[in-house]
């Protein structure tokens, strides 16, 4: 499974950043697309994830800041993310679950390679 994350990088508080993800090669469908991170010393969790129905979480530190899109036709996920925080550096993955190739391969739950995001002043 490819998918391809990009957009962290070093930003102020208070500012934004885009992180993009795609899957590529002949797919099926995506159950679900997200985003996870994991900060330093602490364990991966859930930023954000969007359905292939529509439906949206979001975990509690990324509500009302971060907004999640995805693009079922291309297979992408898009996590904007505004007004950061100092505790929202993190190294952030791009996850799918349920991934099906035209091909009949499956994939329960595939993960990028990780884009850190880092906010300081």
């Known amino acids: 499974v490819q998918l391809q994350a990009s957009g962290g990088g070093l930003v102020q508080p208070g500012g934004s950043l885009t992180l993009s993800c795609a899957a590529s090669?002949?797919?099926?469908?995506?159950?679900?697309m997200g985003w996870y991170r994991r900060a330093a010393g602490k364990q991966r969790e859930l930023v954000a994830d969007?359905?292939?129905?529509?439906?949206?979480t979001y975990a509690d530190p990324a509500k009302g800041r971060f907004t999640i899109s995805r693009d079922n036709a291309k297979n992408t996920v898009t996590l904007q993310m505004n007004s950061l925080k100092l505790e929202d550096t993190a190294v952030y993955y791009c996850n799918a679950k349920g991934l099906k190739y035209v091909s009949g391969d499956y994939f329960a739950n595939s993960w990028g390679q990780g884009t850190q995001v880092t906010v300081s002043s």
């Open positions: 090669g002949s797919i099926s469908r995506i159950n679900v």
């Open positions: 969007f359905t292939r129905g529509g439906m949206i």
